[in-house]
């Protein structure tokens, strides 16, 4: 089956500092994985996604195979990076079909 | 490039009657997923289309269920509506195909069900 686990519901912290959000998966294969972003009053969208392996907005997630992680990392925190946070995962083969984490809510403190 | 965008925004409606939500993707796009939103079970996938055939399937029950046009709109059918039917509902457009595009989302139908 598969499953997306965020352990924590929320994060607080000040400007500047480091943040993690933490993303655990269950799939019995080779996964893509994702992390969507929901700024206040804005629409879910996509943050970043482990095969483009790119840094967005300072943020990067590396794909831990062995610990079934994808956690989210940026070494210092801006205050429009407070907003809910998703990860999710999709099968392999094309599908759109895409399991969702239940989200944790970020906030930054000037 | 237009956005998704789903009417109506919200709606308000009975126990036992049914509703027909629609999304519009974006141009190009020939997939459209569901999903539902409510705060105990956060978001979790109903069904996706893709060039007017349902490709996948979430655990909800029959009474929800879809359709694809072939201009790629689709629209979600919930039938016979109990009160856990309340939640958001979004729709994405992705372009589809035999990779997991980026989804697009749009703003939601707030249902409710009195």
């Known amino acids: 089956a598969q499953r997306v686990t965020q352990p924590e519901k929320l994060l607080s912290v000040f400007k500047g500092a480091p943040v993690e959000l933490k993303c655990n998966y269950s799939y019995s294969g080779s996964p893509e994985l994702f992390w969507y972003v929901q700024y206040s009053r804005q629409r879910l969208q996509l943050l970043l996604r482990?095969?483009s392996r790119e840094s967005i907005k300072g943020f990067t997630a590396d794909l831990n195979k062995g610990e079934t992680s994808f956690h989210l990392k940026k070494p210092f925190a801006q205050e429009e990076d407070s907003a809910m946070y998703y990860c999710?995962?999709?099968?392999?083969?094309?599908?759109?079909?895409?399991?969702f984490g239940k989200g944790m809510k970020l906030t930054v403190n000037p | 490039k237009a956005g998704v965008t789903q009417t109506p925004r919200y709606l308000i409606k009975t126990r036992g009657q049914q509703v027909t939500l629609s999304c519009s993707p974006i141009?190009?796009?020939?997939?459209v997923s569901w999903y539902q939103q409510t705060p105990g079970q956060g978001l979790q996938f109903l069904f996706e289309y893709f060039s007017e055939t349902q490709r996948n399937k979430g655990n909800f029950p029959g009474r929800f269920s879809g359709r694809q046009f072939s201009n790629s709109r689709s629209e979600m059918n919930v039938s016979t509506l109990e009160l856990g039917d309340s939640a958001l509902y979004l729709c994405a457009s992705s372009l589809g195909g035999t990779v997991a595009y980026e989804q697009y989302f749009g703003p939601g139908t707030r249902l409710t069900v009195t």
């Open positions: 482990h095969i």
């Open positions: 141009s190009g796009h020939r997939s």
């Open positions: 999710a995962l999709s099968g392999q083969g094309g599908s759109e079909k895409l399991v």
